[in-house]
């Protein structure tokens, strides 16, 4: 194994902690109140967390069977090269690093500033996005120096954010009022909508896919990443149920579909909690965002290392730091761009209308698995049952979403689509040429 090429050292418990940790973030605070409005009713509401969580199944199973018969670095940009997609597969990874990762370590990094300013009011301006950058860079350099070290963080404070939501959970079912779940809308609201409660949790179901990132550092990815993955579903999926039941029995309906912060609303009705809520879920939020902004700071620079060993991007990222064995350079880059961004305002703007392109790269992930099976080296470890019906499943599952996403803001994510491929495909040309020959052994790419 030559110097340039990270090790396998991660083992099920950092790939659980860093599916999990990833999924679960800021969101929920406001997606409870978002899913209550689409849905109309509670127990529809209940039923579209429920729903939303079994549509991620299929997802992550296709995403198994991939990452099991491809488990290198790069998740999508992988699949789709092996797929014959390389022009988008590198668009893929163009458009992630530019305008999507490092920007949503700034956002993650200046919303756990905005919760510590209602401590410390100090911390607004430039003092808070000081704050920011020094936050980044003190997980940064524990991801930089060991990736066996990132990984125990990354389990510790996965659980440490799971604790605030099983009080919440716990105390919730203690106190509930069980005549909330007999909410009757009136007859001039709103008609409710299945589809729309489902389609408003499906933000909050995104993240599991991010250990395919570092597939290449699992001590025994065929084992592990199938386990990780689906286990991250159904952990997130009954977390998320239960903490939806739990809201929905704390306070009246109508109020939770006109809340933009469920779940500190909900908490004001806890007795012995009503007066600190505001500081529960402040705390609850930083410890969140935190374990979120660690996995992205871990995960998201393996996909530039995999496609510089690939010879699509700048060579340095291919760099393996020879003490630390950790892709130093990758690590230092995406931090440093992501730093600079946040003194830069708009940003959450900006990342939505990149999101539609990744998420139609998405779709084509779950479609590159009828390419690839025709492979002569496609050989997963993992099998997913029915997989013409579980990937099918899979795609209609992120179209939705797509398409969600398209009608939002239509024009600014074509702006954004035209963007990527002006800008990149004069870039992917050049690369192709240079490294054409080492391109050619794109298979043989290991970590």
Known sequence: ??????????????????????????????????????????????????????????????????????????????????????????????????????????IMA???????????????????????????????????????????????????KIIPFLIVIVLGLMYMNLDNFAFTPAPMAEKTSLIG??????????????????????????????????????????????????????????KLMGSSAAVSDAVKYIPGLSGIASSFV?????????????SCIMFQPRLEYAMAKDGLFFQRFAKVHPKFETPSFSIIAQVTFACILVFFS???????????????????DFAAVYKCRKRDDYNPIYRMPMWRVTTLLAILGAAWLAWGTFTWAPVQGMVAALIVIATGLPVYYYWEKKYGSKNNKSSNIVA
Request: glycine share 10%.
């Open 346 to 364: 708009n940003l959450t703007a900006l990342l939505g209308y990149f999101t539609l392109i990744q998420l139609v790269i998405n779709i084509l």
């Open 1 to 106: 194994m030559s110097n340039d090429t990270l090790k396998r050292k991660l083992g099920f418990w950092s790939a659980l902690a860093i599916a999990v940790g990833t999924t679960v973030g800021s969101g929920i605070f406001v997606s409870s109140g978002d899913v209550a409005r689409a849905a109309g009713t509670p127990s529809i509401s209940i039923l579209a967390w429920i729903i939303g969580g079994i549509i991620a199944i299929p997802q992550v199973m296709v995403l198994a069977e991939l990452s099991t018969a491809y488990p290198q670095n790069g998740s999508g940009y992988i699949y789709l090269n092996k797929a014959g997609w390389r022009p988008l597969a590198f668009l893929y990874g163009w458009a992630t690093f530019w305008a999507l990762d490092p920007p949503s370590i700034s």
């Open 197 to 254: 409660g489902v389609s408003a949790t499906t933000w909050a179901y995104t993240g599991m896919a991010a250990i395919c990132f570092m597939a290449g550092e699992f001590k025994n990815p065929g084992k592990i990443l199938p386990r990780a993955l689906i286990s991250s579903v159904f952990i997130v999926l009954i977390l998320y149920t239960l903490l939806a039941v739990c809201v929905t029995g704390l306070m009246p309906f109508d």
């Open 282 to 294: 402040a705390v609850t939020a930083i410890i969140v965002i935190l374990g979120s902004l660690s």
């Open 110 to 160: 200046l919303a756990i500033v905005s919760y510590v300013a209602s401590f410390f009011p100090f911390f607004s301006g430039i003092a808070g996005k000081l704050l920011g950058i020094a936050i980044v860079l003190i997980i940064t350099s524990i991801h930089y120096r060991s990736v066996k070290e990132g990984g125990r963080f990354q389990v510790i404070i996965t659980a440490v």
